[in-house]
């Protein structure tokens, strides 16, 4: 069986840049409906950042736009 992390690992591999972009995007949207950043949901988005190769400086400005 395959585990959540790995299934993010191999689905990261085969999307573009911008498809990484919008892949975090909509996870943050998912995540933070209550508009609040828990640490656990923080460790989910940090993780997420690294396995997409996402630049920090989006990350940070994608969930501020939720939290805001």
Known sequence: AIDSQKAVEIAANGL???LR???FKLAAEV???DMVLT???KL???SLETKLSISSDYAKKTIE???A
């Open 44 to 46: 989910v988005l940090d």
């Open 31 to 33: 995540a933070l409906p």
């Open 39 to 41: 640490d656990k949901k």
């Open 16 to 18: 573009t840049t911008e």
């Open 65 to 67: 736009r939720f939290i």
């Open 21 to 23: 972009k919008t892949a």
